[in-house]
């Protein structure tokens, strides 16, 4: 192992311009007009394997976007390592708030500035060139497939199906991950658990047409106000989720799980300071790190209706609409909840409304045991490139399809992620540092290595 960094230090440069060139291409998959895009970011993620050492890559169809799959069998006998990354990004809006252009990345302040600079193709693409380095140093030890999608941003609709019809070719003994974060730039940190996710559109409806809100007004009830006063109901003023049985399947977590689970650094100060909020708020009774890993949610994560045009028109709107999201938390369900908010949000909707639910997507929550034999080989590769434990975390972020690949092909996933909070994923200024990036490679390396170890070990 002792040629890993010395490769990587002398092809930091070609690393970033390979990278670069994933980045350009603006794959953003929720956009229909983008498709010809996802072809070409699926192409260039086939001819990136094979150009770092598979035996064999291709773009194969999915009902969607297609799926990038890649593969070098060094011995059949070997454990054998799939990754999962994706190609796709989310949107870019509101354009006018990037300080560079999103498709053209930059470096400044010893980041990387660009959509997908950190999710996912910053993190996904530490995979290729961490393979790379083991195979043309001579260190690679084990097995590795490759398996790309591009349709993550959007919930992965087609990929359980893809996988169910692949699932031979996808056998392996553990999936490895980079699309998480660590506590803070000098503390590793290995994420343990992922929220499920349920994300609905929803459409309230007042009188057949829009209205003169002076005629009208205080006559004829308006859909916005109706849709804010049955949002405002849904949370309590303990900040828990009003909607009836919700919490009936939460696993809770043990008093020693939420006191190992505190330990993280946090300073709810510096917290505060990077988002610039003056205070917190959550569930009584539970800390922000708890808020964030253990608990669910209700979010509404767009609300629109009515006249937002420049200047002034007195609208009295027929129709209104919120897009509205929980996360979940471990043994809830989120087709059981998706049918729960239906139910009880048509419930509490004013006979002066008609109210329409759409359930968009969603996933389960998940969780990685501790004492997995990958973790504990993911432990050994961080502590060789942090000099220190890193530290088991719950994110409050969801991955939807990690628990779908548990259930189709019966494998469980570590999580290895490199970002950090300040990144911006999902937002104007997207960033990456470059130490995260050539750290990640390293420290993935140091995975395979000590993965083939462990398992040389037990048998």
Request: charged share 20%; net charge negative; with cysteine.
């Given at each position: 192992m002792e040629k890993v960094k010395p490769y990587i230090?002398?092809?930091?440069?070609?690393?970033?311009?390979?990278?670069?060139?994933?980045?350009?291409?603006?794959?953003?998959?929720?956009?229909a007009d983008r498709k010809p895009d996802m072809i070409k970011a699926a192409e260039y993620w086939r001819d990136s394997i094979l150009k770092a050492g598979a035996d064999k890559a291709e773009v194969i169809?999915?009902?969607?976007?297609?799926?990038?799959?890649?593969?070098?069998?060094?011995?059949?006998?070997?454990?054998?390592?799939?990754?999962?990354?994706?190609?796709?990004?989310?949107?870019?809006?509101?354009?006018?708030?990037?300080?560079?252009?999103?498709?053209?990345p930059e470096i400044r302040d010893g980041k990387i500035w660009a959509r997908g600079a950190d999710d996912d193709k910053g993190q996904a693409?530490?995979?290729?060139?961490?393979?790379?380095?083991?195979?043309?140093?001579?260190?690679?030890?084990?097995?590795?497939?490759?398996?790309?999608?591009?349709?993550?941003?959007?919930?992965?609709?087609?990929?359980?199906?893809?996988?169910?019809?692949?699932?031979?070719?996808?056998?392996?003994?553990?999936?490895?991950?980079?699309?998480?974060?660590?506590?803070?730039?000098?503390?590793?940190?290995?994420?343990?658990?992922?929220?499920?996710?349920?994300?609905?559109?929803?459409?309230?409806?007042?009188?057949?047409?829009?209205?003169?809100?002076?005629?009208?007004?205080?006559?004829?009830?308006?859909?916005?106000?109706?849709?804010?006063?049955?949002?405002?109901?849904?949370?309590?003023?303990?900040?828990?989720?009003?909607?009836?049985?919700?919490?009936d399947d939460v696993l809770e977590a043990t008093p020693a799980e939420r006191e190992l689970l505190n330990k993280a650094p946090f300073s709810s100060e510096a917290y505060k300071k990077a988002i610039d909020v003056e205070a917190l708020r959550g569930e009584k009774g539970y800390t922000t790190t708890e808020h964030t890993g253990i608990r669910p949610t209700f979010d509404v994560c767009g609300i629109w209706g009515g006249y937002t045009g420049e200047g002034a028109k007195t609208v009295l709107p027929s129709k209104a609409y919120a897009k509205i999201s929980c996360r979940l938390v471990p043994n809830q369900h989120h087709e059981k909840i998706?049918?729960?908010?239906?139910?009880?949000?048509?419930?509490?909707?004013?006979?002066?409304?008609?109210?329409?639910?759409?359930?968009?997507?969603?996933?389960?929550?998940?969780?990685?045991?501790?004492?997995?034999?990958?973790?504990?080989?993911a432990e050994k590769a961080y502590m060789e490139t942090f000099g220190k434990q890193p530290v088991p975390m719950r994110s409050g972020g969801s991955i939807p399809i990690i628990s779908t690949f548990e259930q189709i092909l019966g494998l469980k996933?570590?999580?290895?992620?490199?970002?950090?909070?300040?990144?911006?994923?999902?937002?104007?200024?997207?960033?990456?540092?470059?130490?995260?990036?050539?750290?990640?490679?390293?420290t993935i390396s140091w995975f395979y290595h000590h993965f083939a170890a462990i398992n040389r070990a037990k048998a």
């Open positions: 230090d002398a092809n930091k440069d070609r690393f970033l311009e390979e990278l670069f060139g994933l980045i350009r291409i603006p794959s953003i998959s929720s956009l169809p999915s009902d969607g976007n297609p799926v990038v799959y890649g593969e070098k069998i060094i011995d059949p006998s070997l454990p054998t390592v799939l990754v999962y990354g994706h190609y796709d990004v989310m949107p870019v809006d509101p354009i006018e708030l990037w300080k560079s252009p999103p498709f053209e693409f530490m995979h290729a060139k961490a393979f790379e380095t083991m195979v043309q140093t001579g260190n690679l030890p084990c097995n590795v497939k490759f398996m790309i999608e591009g349709e993550e941003e959007i919930g992965s609709p087609n990929l359980a199906k893809w996988c169910e019809e692949h699932k031979d070719m996808l056998h392996a003994d553990v999936i490895l991950v980079s699309d998480t974060s660590l506590i803070g730039p000098d503390i590793p940190s290995i994420t343990t658990g992922l929220r499920g996710l349920a994300y609905w559109q929803v459409e309230v409806t007042g009188p057949n047409r829009d209205l003169h809100s002076g005629l009208f007004g205080g006559a004829v009830a308006n859909p916005i106000n109706t849709l804010a006063e049955m949002i405002t109901s849904m949370v309590d003023e303990n900040n828990r989720i009003t909607i009836p049985n919700f919490y998706a049918v729960m908010f239906k139910e009880h949000f048509e419930k509490i909707a004013p006979k002066s409304v008609k109210v329409n639910v759409e359930y968009l997507h969603g996933g389960q929550a998940y969780v990685c045991p501790i004492d997995l034999p990958a973790y504990k080989a996933t570590v999580l290895m992620g490199f970002g950090l909070e300040s990144d911006a994923i999902h937002s104007p200024n997207e960033n990456y540092p470059l130490e995260n990036f050539f750290k990640g490679i390293e």
